[in-house]
């Protein structure tokens, strides 16, 4: 059974970092990409960034290039947001996610976390 379970989430201020991490499990995820998508409230799901499971590389949404990081540790199976120079408007629930086809499609999404609250505040 694959699971993708998310932890790090949590309240910070405007300008703060936080990392979120990923356990990923179940299966071989080699040929995915390991993404993060997120969700705020009244809002439609985002495509925050992925990471090319096998060759590392990433792509990132236009509204965190600069500012977030992915990052994955094949050993441990782990994937990484690193968030830096948070904004108010980062505030959202943050969904790890593998995608098989696509770097950024959330329709080609396979396996979603159930996810964690990110609280910026002002």
């Known amino acids: 059974q694959v699971q993708l379970v998310e932890s790090g989430g949590g309240l910070v201020q405007a300008g703060g970092s936080l990392r979120l991490s990923c356990a990923a499990s179940?299966?071989?995820?080699?040929?995915?990409?390991m993404g993060w998508f997120r969700q705020a409230p009244g809002k439609e799901r985002e495509f925050v960034g992925s990471i090319a499971w096998s060759a590392g590389y990433t792509y990132y949404g236009d509204s965190v290039k600069g500012r977030f990081t992915c990052s994955r540790d094949i050993v441990k199976t782990m994937v990484y947001l690193q968030m830096n120079s948070l904004k108010p408007d980062d505030t959202a629930v943050y969904y790890c996610a593998a995608l098989l086809g696509s770097r950024s499609d959330s329709r080609a999404v396979k396996y979603w976390g159930e996810g964690t609250l990110v609280t910026v505040s002002s």
């Open positions: 179940g299966r071989t995820f080699s040929g995915y990409f």
